[in-house]
Every structure is written in structure tokens, then in C-alpha cells.
């Protein structure tokens, strides 16, 4: 199995802002790996310490367990598709593939067909680049990748511009590519909105540092934080200040803003929670769409509650 490891990386911008601050990350090849930030910087900057075309002011990287922290990118095996990644427009999709240059032109056929049927792309091999649609495009730019034979391919923006019906066949194309080479599989994005069903692990970094990383359904079900509710909100959650008080029919989250509203909270929730709980603010959070029904808010669906001074999710 490959891995990536990232241990205490840190990094600042030109303008001398963290975009990584001790960050200390695992990047196994045995999932599809996201990384969700509203700092793209951090993003950009993240792909870049790890392909070797930026340095990094402190930390180690290592693939394999090999240091590569002071390696030139051409000796780390990854390869990288950045969203401003483009393609010759001129040119065909099979002589995009074969502008390729670094690879030893003898072997050129066999890599080549070999991404190709890899990708299912051999129907669209005579098409102009400049009529793709978005996901044929990244699957080109994904069989450019695999002919490199990486140890690692890091996405930015995977599913940029993809139409609502492609993006589960680039999860898809991704776990094939990843099996096929047992290689890190990296995507990146500052937008939530349909990256989740891409993940299978997921890590959040706001401000240059790691918040939260773990299996999708962990992150999702049990946020860290009122900071990585935010960051995954999507739809928009709302944050509402409020105590929690124990009735004989369960427990309620009691609104400091109107009191006549009480909500009935999952016994789970408090159940798991320090025993004062019920003596200190905590903060709601639930999914914008629910917040007008606020005194209907049924027990499923999106719900977090966090405490008031310290921001970390009472479940935790």
C-alpha cells in the first residue's frame, strides 16, 4: 500500500499568513482521500509541498517512508491536476495524450493504450480536446497522469464544471485508477457540494491547520467543532445560542433567543455529553432549510450541538 505523510508541514503565503501550520496529515492508497478548506491557498499550497514544486519552511514529507521533503518533483512520483490544468484545443484527444513529454518514447504505445482502456476512453480518442465536456476532460488529463506510473495523482477542483449524472462515474474512473496502480488517490476543493459522495476519507484544514480527518461518515456524523460544521454547511447551516434542559419527556434545547421555543433533541446526544452539560451554553446547529420550521425540527436530519465555550461537539 502507498502513503503520503505530511508531519508538522508548515508554510506561509507571500504575504506571510499560515497555509499550513503543523499540519500532520496520512494519505493512505486504500481510500479516496479529500481535502475541504474555504482557503484555497492552503489547497494550492498543500498539492505543491507534496509534488515537490514548492518547498516547505518546516516538517518532513515522506512517501513510501521515503524522506522526500528536499527531493526535486521529478523524483517523487506524483503526479498533479491542477483545475487550470488545460489540454491543446487543437488538438485531438489521443495526440493531447501522446504531447506528453519525459516519457521514454519506446514504451509510449504500451502506457498509452493501457490508460486508455484503463479510462474507457477509447471512443473519444479522435475528438477535437476543445469539444470535451468536463468530465472527458479530466478522464484525458487522468490517462496523462497514469502514464507517469505515479505513486500519488493529487486533483484540485475533481469536479469542477462535471454535470450532476458524471460525477458518480469519475468516483468511478477514481477507484479504478486507484486500484489498477495502488496509488494515493488526493482531490482538493473549497466547495462541498456533491465532493462528499467522491470521499471515502475526509480532512478539514482551515487557516492552515488540520481540524478534523477521518472516515466521511465520522466527520459528517460527529464534527470536531463549531468550525468544521461551518466549513461542511452545505446547505447553510445556522447557529443558535441556547442551554439544554431535562424534562420528564427528554431532553430540549432551551432558545436564549425565545424562550417560548423548545426543541427536542436525540437522547443520544446528551447521553454521550460531560454530565454538566445541562449547566452550560451550547450552540445549535442545524441545516438552514430546517431553521425556519425551528419549533417543528423533526429528529432526523442535520443536527449538531456544540459547546458555548470551548466550540467542540458535546458528543465528543
Known amino acids: 500500500m502507498k502513503c503520503i505523510n505530511l508531519k508538522s508541514v508548515s508554510k506561509k503565503s507571500y504575504e506571510m499568513t499560515d497555509v499550513l501550520n503543523n499540519a500532520s496529515i496520512s494519505f493512505e492508497s486504500s481510500a479516496i482521500h479529500v481535502v475541504l478548506s474555504s482557503n484555497a491557498e492552503s489547497l494550492f499550497c498543500l498539492l505543491k509541498v507534496i509534488s515537490g514544486l514548492d518547498t516547505v519552511m518546516s516538517g518532513k514529507i515522506y512517501i513510501d517512508e521515503a524522506d522526500v521533503t528536499a527531493k526535486h518533483a521529478r523524483d517523487r512520483g506524483v503526479a498533479v491536476i491542477f483545475k487550470q490544468s488545460t489540454l491543446y484545443p487543437n488538438m485531438t484527444v489521443l495526440e ?28 473519444i480518442l479522435s475528438e477535437p480536446a476543445a469539444e470535451l465536456s468536463a468530465y472527458n476532460r479530466l478522464m484525458v488529463l487522468l490517462a496523462k497522469a497514469i502514464i507517469k506510473q505515479p505513486k500519488a495523482i493529487l486533483i484540485e477542483e475533481a469536479l469542477q464544471d462535471v454535470l450532476t449524472e458524471d460525477k458518480n462515474s469519475v468516483k468511478s474512473a477514481l477507484k479504478t485508477v486507484q486500484k489498477a496502480l495502488d496509488c494515493v488517490i488526493l482531490c482538493t476543493t473549497v466547495k462541498n457540494d456533491g465532493i462528499l459522495d467522491l470521499a471515502e476519507k475526509l480532512t478539514i484544514i482551515e487557516d492552515g491547520v488540520v481540524l478534523q480527518s477521518g472516515e466521511v461518515r465520522e466527520v459528517l456524523s460527529v464534527p470536531k467543532n463549531v468550525h468544521v460544521a461551518q466549513i461542511l454547511g452545505s446547505p447553510q447551516f445556522h447557529f443558535y445560542d441556547g ?66 465555550s470551548s466550540g467542540k461537539n458535546i458528543a465528543l
Open 243 to 308: 442551554s439544554i434542559k431535562n424534562t420528564k419527556d427528554g431532553a430540549y434545547f432551551c432558545y436564549y433567543s425565545d424562550s417560548s421555543i423548545k426543541l427536542r433533541v436525540p437522547d443520544e446526544l446528551v447521553e454521550k455529553a460531560a454530565p454538566d452539560i445541562l449547566k452550560e451554553d451550547v450552540v445549535l446547529c442545524i441545516e438552514e432549510s430546517k431553521a425556519k420550521k425551528i419549533a417543528q425540527y423533526p429528529q432526523s436530519g442535520t443536527l449538531y450541538l456544540f459547546n458555548k
Open 96 to 123: 493531447n495524450i501522446k504531447s506528453l513529454m519525459g516519457v521514454d518514447r519506446t514504451i509510449d504505445t504500451d502506457r498509452i493504450n493501457y490508460a486508455v482502456k484503463l479510462l474507457k476512453i477509447e471512443d
